[in-house]
């Protein structure tokens, strides 16, 4: 039985296809799998032909891992976890109720958060120009129409979608479109 491959950057099994073979990039969190690199440096001058150098190096880098967990520890009373205030938590709790009353929750596309829904944006005659498809003569979308706006509340990141009987609109004239070829 083969070994597990675990990405490197997010520490995550990957299973792979056995028909298209391993992975080159990580499902998860899209880094390259093989570019991983580490590099090692040598601490306080020491020579590395020296045995008892290497014990001593080994002894300290343990003895300095365990004294900086412990700081970590004394600093954040929770097992190294950081406190929230009671108002982010509160700000959370709304984010969370908001993104429940939502038809629809869309990823942010620049950090992945839960977006919210912002609004509804009626676009007029006046204000859109259609583009007219040059095979089949009419225009795919045309005015009135509305988009539905999302904004991210970690980025601030705004989105817009189409609404949903617009949605079907669009589709039935592309649908339209092609009977008539």
């Not at 609004?119 to 859109?128: L, R, T």
């Not at 904004?151 to 990141?157: G, N, R």
């Amino acid at each position: 039985m083969e070994e597990p491959v675990i990405c490197p950057w997010c520490h995550t099994e990957i299973v792979w296809d056995e028909e298209l073979g391993p992975e080159e990039h990580c499902p998860h969190c899209e880094n390259e799998l093989n570019a991983y690199r580490t590099i090692s440096l040598e601490l306080d001058g020491e020579d590395e032909d020296d045995a008892s150098g290497k014990s001593q190096l080994k002894e300290r880098q343990s003895r300095y891992g365990r004294e900086e967990e412990q700081e970590e520890m004394d600093e954040f009373p929770y097992g190294g976890y950081r406190e929230i205030s009671p108002a982010q938590m509160m700000l959370q709790g709304k984010v969370e109720a908001i993104l429940d009353g939502q038809d629809e929750v869309p990823e942010c596309p620049s950090c992945r958060e839960y977006m919210l829904e912002a609004g509804v944006q009626a676009i007029g005659p006046e204000g859109f120009t259609a583009k007219v498809d040059k095979q089949s003569g009419a225009a795919l979308l045309e005015a009135p129409f509305e988009v539905i706006w999302y904004v991210c509340p970690s980025c601030f990141q705004t989105s817009s979608r189409l609404a949903g009987a617009d949605r079907e609109k669009l589709l039935k004239r592309i649908a339209a479109s092609e009977t008539t070829e």
